[in-house]
């Protein structure tokens, strides 16, 4: 999970949090795992398919211990949204491990060249989608634009239940 495909941040502007604390690293990923195509899951996706914080205190309060690991895992992240008045709970890293475990979460996913901006004063991290296919470049990543949140959420949900 990172990045973004529509120019919408949480860290700056148009710059999501984890491309954005590590550009050159985002860089080196895009650039050498090109011939694989990874997933690219970006912030937009995630605020897209975000639950609702009904859902989250059920995913959290189901009185197992892996439950309860949950929510100190994501503790300081829930701070943060709420201090910003978010509506919803992000699921960010939980849709791709959803993906890896069944890819079927995944409904409609485009092949597109992606690279990522390191010199910009207001947009270093920005990840940089060729739609027009303007620098002929081949496809690098397969980003992730549609998914089946439910299907992940009722994994989730059902893994904190058993442990």
């Known amino acids: 999970m990172g990045g973004n495909n529509k120019a919408q941040g949480n860290l700056a502007p148009a710059v999501e949090f984890n491309f954005g604390k590590d550009p050159e690293s985002a860089k080196a ?10 997933h690219l899951f970006t912030y937009e996706i995630c605020v897209k398919y975000a639950a609702s914080w ?13 439950s309860k690991l949950m929510q100190d895992i994501d503790r300081t992240a829930v701070m943060s949204l709420r201090e910003r008045k978010s509506l919803r ?14 890819p079927s979460i995944m409904k409609e996913v ?20 060729d739609w027009a296919g303007k620098l002929r470049r081949r496809a690098n990543v397969r980003l992730v634009t549609r998914l089946d949140d439910e299907k992940c959420k009722h994994m989730m949900m059902e893994s904190v239940k058993k442990f």
Do not use: H, M, N
Not at 58 to 63: D, L, N, Q
Not at 89 to 102: K, N
């Open 29 to 38: 990923v895009l650039d050498g795992f090109s011939a694989l195509k990874p």
């Open 89 to 102: 709970y992000l699921l960010y890293d939980q849709f791709a491990i959803g993906a890896i475990i069944d």
């Open 110 to 129: 485009k092949e597109v060249y992606a690279d990522v901006e390191l010199r910009g004063e207001i947009s270093r991290g920005l990840v940089v989608i």
């Open 54 to 66: 009904e859902w989250y205190a059920r995913y959290t309060s189901c009185g197992t211990k892996l």
